[in-house]
């Protein structure tokens, strides 16, 4: 696609139910990323996929958080048994090569738990 | 930890003034990227700097890398109401792959 997409753009969740968010990256790239955005705040790393592979996990905040990616294209970000804490905005971005081209991003998915 | 400092966290200037962000780190950067972020919206990049004492210029915006790769600064002239945002700096250090973001610099310019 032309850019990096991401759904759903808004999700609201009950306290303890899962969630499941998506990333569409550009065609053709070949690393992937998950940042965390809460409100006024910087960008958390979360995660960074290599083709199909996660060669770097260390920002997922628990075991409730994994991520999966597949055919080196589509990436899906759940959340176990959400809490109020993890209500906050989801990045994706991609790029072609990985730490030595820029990073596209998508518009984020504002996640809010209730 | 690798710790990306950005400065100011805050500003809030007049249309037509001049303003500065910086953007520090103790550690070499392989790759500097600069992102605007408005509400509501993904980062979208900037510019990209990569060697040491690069200087890139894009409008009114001009960017320099520093001679060690370890800092960086964001240079507006004569800033518009429609410079107002959220400005990031993210930087890759050597040996790694994964982009370090600043906390941002939110910026606010009156008419």
């Known amino acids: 696609g032309a850019g990096v997409s991401q759904s759903p753009s808004n999700k609201v969740t009950e306290k303890g139910k899962d969630v499941e968010l998506r990333c569409d990256p550009i065609?053709?790239?070949?690393?992937l990323y998950w940042y965390r955005q809460s409100l006024g705040q910087g960008l958390e790393f979360l995660i960074y996929?290599?083709?199909?592979?996660?060669?770097?996990k260390s920002g997922l905040p628990s075991d409730r958080f994994s991520a999966e990616r597949t055919g080196g294209s589509v990436s899906t970000l759940t959340i176990q048994r959400t809490q109020q804490e993890d209500s906050a905005v989801y990045l994706c971005?991609?790029?072609?090569?990985?730490?030595?081209?820029?990073?596209?991003f998508g518009q984020g998915t504002r996640l809010t738990v209730v | 930890t690798q710790l990306l400092e950005q400065s100011p966290q805050f500003l809030s200037i007049q249309e037509g003034e001049n303003l500065t962000v910086y953007c520090n780190s103790s550690?070499?950067?392989?790759?500097l990227q600069w992102y605007r972020q408005e509400p509501g919206e993904g980062p979208v990049l900037l510019v990209t700097?990569?060697?040491?004492?690069e200087v890139k210029k894009l409008k009114r915006l001009t960017f320099q890398f520093g001679d060690a790769r370890k800092d960086s600064s964001l240079h507006i002239t004569a800033a518009q109401t429609g410079d107002t945002g959220l400005y990031l700096c993210?930087?890759?250090?050597?040996?790694?792959?994964?982009?370090?973001f600043g906390t941002g610099t939110r910026l606010k310019v009156l008419a």
């Open positions: 971005a991609s790029s072609s090569s990985g730490g030595y081209t820029e990073a596209f």
């Open positions: 065609s053709g790239h070949t690393a």
């Open positions: 996929f290599q083709g199909n592979s996660a060669p770097d």
């Open positions: 550690s070499v950067f392989s790759s």
């Open positions: 700097v990569v060697t040491g004492g």
């Open positions: 993210a930087g890759v250090y050597v040996g790694t792959y994964k982009y370090i």
